[in-house]
């Protein structure tokens, strides 16, 4: 690693540029929304819990239901920073049940091109590849929609598929 008083002082430098903080503070803001309008629209399907943000790599919330609550499961909708694109994590409440899961479902379509388990999950599942900011409420609807789409999937295939 650098010296780190040399990283410091790049983060210093762009971060008085202004533009990080804007992007920052909007993409975050825009994740809130997001769980704000879901608890309107979704709270029948699902619970929302806070947001939670990472490393300035993630922006997510937890959102689970009976079924997955009675498996240890939860989702995450992820803003994934690095990448700039939200995703659906599928995680468990303990690294252990992650790994259980993870060899129960590292064959299926959502973990095809994997090799290993991921890092913070059992499944990453990708929304919305190239995200247009400059339509919020389209974007919400788009985000929305593969949402729902790719949870009932999960579930689906969780409830019919597996012997758990």
């Known amino acids: 690693m650098k010296n780190l008083n040399k990283y410091v002082a790049i983060y210093k430098e762009q971060l008085h540029k202004g533009d990080i ?14 769980r704000t309008d879901f608890i309107k629209s979704l709270s ?4 929302f819990a806070g947001i939670l943000h990472g490393y300035m790599d993630y922006t997510y919330f ?7 609550r ?19 994590w599928l995680l468990g409440n303990t690294l252990p ?4 899961y993870w060899e129960l479902l590292k064959s299926t ?15 990453e599942a990708t929304l919305v590849t190239d995200p247009d900011f400059n339509d919020l409420k389209a974007l919400a609807e788009q985000v929305e929609t593969q949402m ?4 009932e999937e999960i579930v689906a295939y969780l409830k019919n598929d597996l012997e758990v």
């Open 21 to 34: 903080l804007i992007a920052y503070n909007e993409l975050v803001k825009f994740v809130m929304k997001l």
């Open 44 to 47: 029948d399907q699902y619970t």
């Open 62 to 68: 937890y959102y689970s239901n009976t079924f997955l």
């Open 70 to 88: 009675s498996k240890k499961l939860k989702f995450g909708l992820v803003l994934n920073h690095l990448e700039i694109r939200f995703e659906v």
């Open 97 to 100: 049940i992650q790994k259980e």
């Open 109 to 123: 379509k959502w973990n095809k091109d994997r090799m290993e388990m991921p890092k913070y999950s059992i499944i």
């Open 148 to 151: 729902i789409k790719v949870s």
